[in-house]
Nanobody, 119 residues
Framework: QVHVVESGGGLVQPGGSLRLSCSVS????????MDWYRQAPGKQRELVAS???????NYAGSMNERVTISRDSAENTVALRVYSLKSEDTGVYSC?????????????WGQGTQVTVSS
């Protein structure tokens, strides 16, 4: 079984920054890629950033100039840093891990972490 856990959400003032962390744990898997998604209230979930096993990052959506995704020093952990936060960045940030188990790939989602941008 593979578990994905996000952390680091909370209340942030406009213009502030935030660091979110996503950790993947379990047994008998190898990590292929990890993605961060955001779902704003009343909107569909959208991809924010991805990083693969080589460390290559890709950014998507309206936040691409204000985020940085990176592999953390801890094993199977990825950080998402968000800068110059705006009220419209409010939402649930979720992490998806794509792992290889044997010859097949599977995706696992975390529960998400709430980010609220408000003064």
């Amino acid at each position: 079984q593979v578990h994905v856990v996000e952390s680091g959400g909370g209340l942030v003032q406009p213009g502030g920054s935030l660091r979110l962390s996503c950790s993947v744990s379990g047994s008998s898997f190898s990590l292929y890629s990890m993605d961060w998604y955001r779902q704003a209230p009343g909107k569909q979930r959208e991809l924010v950033a991805s990083i693969d096993i080589t460390g290559r990052a890709n950014y998507a959506g309206s936040m691409n100039e204000r985020v940085t995704i990176s592999r953390d020093s801890a094993e199977n952990t990825v950080a998402l840093r968000v800068y110059s936060l705006k009220s419209e960045d409010t939402g649930v940030y979720s992490c998806r891990a794509v792992v290889q188990i044997g010859s097949r790939r599977y995706q696992y989602w975390g529960q998400g972490t709430q980010v609220t941008v408000s003064s």
